[in-house]
């Protein structure tokens, strides 16, 4: 059974930010002030950019909360 340290759940907070704030710049917005890289006034104008940068985050999150904040324990 795995065992989660402590902290793991703040990790977990904040891979989840990231990836409502990736989802979060595909959102369309019409009083946006310029088009998106994808021909769209999107909420972030670096939007391909932008989501990119967020799911990496994310991922990096995640595999450093994987790696340093669950063990593995025999039964």
Known sequence: MKKRK??????LFITIIFTLAAISTL???SS???ECY???K???TFTPIGTIICLIAA???CKIRK??????EDS
């Open 6 to 11: 402590k902290g793991y759940g703040i990790l």
């Open 27 to 29: 959102i369309p917005v």
């Open 32 to 34: 946006s002030s310029k």
């Open 38 to 40: 994808l021909g769209y």
């Open 42 to 44: 999107a909420h972030c």
């Open 59 to 61: 991922g990096s999150v």
């Open 67 to 72: 790696k340093f904040f669950t063990s593995q």
